[in-house]
Nanobody, 124 residues
Framework: QVQLVESGGGLVQTGGSLRLSCAASGRTFSNYHMGWFRQAPGKERKFVAAITYSGGDTSYAESVKGRFTISRDNAKNTVSLQMNRLKPEDTAVYYC?????????????????WGQGTLVTVSS
């Protein structure tokens, strides 16, 4: 089992930047592919970005491509999401998640481990 704790959320103006972090503990972090998802009020949880266990491959939702960057540090058991040029529509609770297989990495119901989430609010 792996435990995940997100941090770094907050209030930012349109066009600003935030960096989210997710700290993992428990089983070997480098065995897990990691994903970031977000959920706006009243809406379903959506894929944002994912990174393979080694960090060698990444994938992004079209809505964040070119603005967000996912990265990981297996020595520190962390995965990060650098968010630039933020927009009001990026407002949501952001969750990190872990899974063993890269299969269907963009589907939230394929992840077995989740953090508690961190709120990002982008003001217009």
């Amino acid at each position: 089992q792996v435990q995940l704790v997100e941090s770094g959320g907050g209030l930012v103006q349109t066009g600003g930047s935030l960096r989210l972090s997710c700290a993992a503990s428990g089983r070997t972090f480098s065995n897990y592919h990691m994903g970031w998802f977000r959920q706006a009020p009243g809406k379903e949880r959506k894929f944002v970005a994912a990174i393979t266990y080694s960090g060698g491959d990444t994938s992004y939702a079209e809505s964040v491509k070119g603005r967000f960057t996912i990265s990981r540090d297996n020595a520190k058991n962390t995965v990060s999401l650098q968010m630039n040029r933020l927009k009001p529509e990026d407002t949501a609770v952001y969750y990190c998640a872990a899974k063993n297989s890269w299969y269907q990495f963009s589907r939230y119901n394929q992840y077995g481990y989740w953090g508690q989430g961190t709120l990002v609010t982008v003001s217009s």
